[in-house]
């Protein structure tokens, strides 16, 4: 993992400090806050998938999500909040820009929220054989996890995830739809950045064997949909169509769910 220095101010030189504008006082707070938030999801992210994200990764995460925290429009420059508007820039933010779900399926994972049950529920799409015929002869199995990086809406700004079990995918099946749903109990305020990760097992060059590569080009991690619930509801700040899932049961608990 990488630890952050408190940036360099680039207004002092030599012992002395140049006057800078009210606005740019500010808005360097700002900064400095969504700099320190992105270092918080950063970390687990690396727990997600250490080997796609990258401390490039963590640079292209702070501007979006700097960019998240300038939509604020409940408080003044200066004291901007995660949380109080668009988070919309966060989604489809991938780990590594070399590869995405859509490089190995055509259909990104549904999410549905179910306000009076408090929980998430994470369907994946139909897969079918075809559609893993282009990866390489070697490739055996596919391994789908999601997970939920829950940032909390308030002054800690307290950060954790939670995760599925592994779906296995054996190459030259059918898929049907899998769904897994995550708990949300006790988090009426909550970012959440929902996480699909892909792994692969390669046959070795003498076929003698399986392993699990840590080649990136076999592998993917990406935030494919971020939800604000604030209150336990949804906010939305674009035009939505609703989406639907089946009714599920409620998980005994949130340490690698099962898939239903």
Same mark, same amino acid.
């Given at each position: 993992?990488?630890?952050?220095? =408190?940036?360099?101010?680039?207004? #002092?030189?030599?012992?002395?400090?140049?006057?800078?504008?009210? +606005?740019?006082?500010?808005?360097?707070?700002?900064?400095?806050?969504?700099? *320190?938030?992105?270092? !918080?999801?950063?970390?687990?992210?690396?727990?997600?998938?250490? $080997?796609?994200?990258?401390?490039?990764?963590?640079?292209?995460?702070?501007?979006?999500?700097?960019?998240?925290?300038? +939509?604020?429009?409940?408080?003044?420059?200066?004291?901007?909040?995660?949380?109080?508007?668009? @988070?919309?820039?966060?989604?489809?933010?991938?780990?590594?820009?070399?590869?995405?779900?859509? *490089?190995?399926?055509?259909?990104?994972? *549904?999410? +549905?929220?179910?306000?009076? =049950?408090?929980?998430?529920?994470?369907?994946? /799409? /139909? @897969?079918?054989? !075809?559609?893993?015929?282009?990866?390489?002869? #070697?490739? #055996? =199995?596919?391994?789908?996890?999601?997970?939920?990086?829950?940032?909390?809406?308030? $002054?800690?700004?307290?950060?954790?995830?939670?995760?599925?079990?592994?779906?296995? @995918?054996?190459?030259?099946? $059918?898929?049907?739809?899998?769904?897994?749903?995550?708990?949300?109990?006790?988090? /009426?305020?909550?970012?959440?950045?929902?996480?699909?990760?892909? !792994?692969?097992?390669?046959?070795?060059? $003498? !076929?003698?064997?399986?392993?699990?590569?840590?080649?990136?080009?076999?592998?993917?991690?990406?935030?494919?949909?971020?939800?604000? @619930?604030?209150?336990?509801?949804?906010?939305?700040?674009?035009?939505? *169509?609703? =989406?639907?899932? #089946? /009714?599920?049961?409620?998980?005994?608990?949130?340490?690698?769910l099962d898939w239903v």
């Open positions: 993992m990488f630890d952050f220095e =408190k940036p360099k101010n680039p207004y #002092r030189k030599k012992g002395k400090d140049y006057n800078l504008s009210e +606005n740019s006082k500010l808005a360097g707070a700002d900064f400095a806050y969504s700099n *320190t938030l992105a270092s !918080r999801i950063y970390k687990q992210m690396k727990i997600i998938q250490d $080997d796609s994200a990258k401390y490039e990764s963590f640079l292209r995460l702070k501007k979006k999500l700097y960019m998240v925290i300038r +939509n604020d429009r409940q408080h003044d420059l200066g004291q901007l909040k995660l949380g109080y508007g668009n @988070i919309n820039p966060l989604k489809n933010f991938r780990f590594s820009p070399k590869t995405s779900w859509q *490089t190995f399926f055509m259909n990104y994972p *549904t999410t +549905n929220f179910d306000e009076e =049950k408090e929980e998430l529920c994470i369907s994946t /799409p /139909p @897969i079918l054989a !075809r559609e893993l015929d282009t990866l390489p002869e #070697r490739v #055996r =199995k596919v391994i789908l996890k999601m997970h939920i990086i829950k940032v909390s809406i308030d $002054d800690e700004n307290t950060v954790d995830i939670s995760s599925s079990k592994e779906l296995v @995918i054996v190459k030259g099946d $059918d898929v049907e739809s899998r769904s897994v749903i995550f708990s949300i109990k006790d988090k /009426p305020n909550v970012l959440l950045l929902c996480v699909a990760t892909v !792994r692969m097992w390669l046959l070795s060059t $003498d !076929r003698k064997e399986e392993f699990l590569t840590l080649n990136t080009k076999y592998m993917t991690a990406e935030i494919f949909d971020a939800i604000l @619930i604030r209150n336990g509801q949804i906010c939305k700040f674009e035009e939505e *169509t609703n =989406k639907e899932s #089946r /009714p599920s049961e409620f998980p005994d608990s949130d340490e690698e």
